[in-house]
């Protein structure tokens, strides 16, 4: 059985070091870019971490909600990347963040804080 993870970003740099370190760890990435379509994922596809840019913050806390919602992700690993200059509105519904750190030490404005599973 192969691991699987959705991730959507539009960031074609976070992207790259995204696929490298899960490639690395014999995940398969499932890419969008779009909202509605990783929500579709979502409820049709299982997936064991669901990765989001929260570059636009109502369009990841609302594909973190339907990750949380859909029955065969309810236990996926929610990962939010962030810039650490702003605050995430998104991750304030969704639970205590359990760590962080810089996605690339080379910018240190990237965080990405994993959301324990309830």
Same mark, same amino acid.
């Given at each position: 059985m192969s691991l699987q993870a959705l991730v959507l970003c539009?960031?074609?740099?976070?992207?790259r070091v995204l696929r490298r370190v899960?490639?690395?760890?014999?995940?398969?990435?499932?890419? !969008?870019?779009?909202r509605?379509?990783?929500i579709r994922k979502l409820t049709r596809d299982r997936f064991e971490a669901v990765i989001v840019d929260c570059a636009d913050q109502d369009t990841a806390a609302l594909v973190l909600k339907s990750a949380r /919602?859909?029955? !065969?992700?309810?236990?996926?690993?929610?990962?939010?990347?962030?810039?650490?200059a702003r605050p995430c509105v998104a991750l304030s519904s969704l639970?205590?963040? /359990?760590?962080s750190t810089?996605? !690339?030490?080379? /910018?240190?404005?990237?965080l990405?804080?994993?959301?324990p599973v309830r």
């Open positions: 539009s960031d074609e740099k976070i992207l899960l490639s690395d760890l014999e995940v398969k990435v499932e890419h !969008c870019t779009e509605d379509a990783a /919602s859909a029955p !065969c992700n309810r236990r996926a690993v929610a990962v939010a990347i962030i810039d650490g639970g205590r963040i /359990s760590f810089n996605l !690339c030490p080379a /910018s240190g404005r990237r990405v804080f994993v959301l």
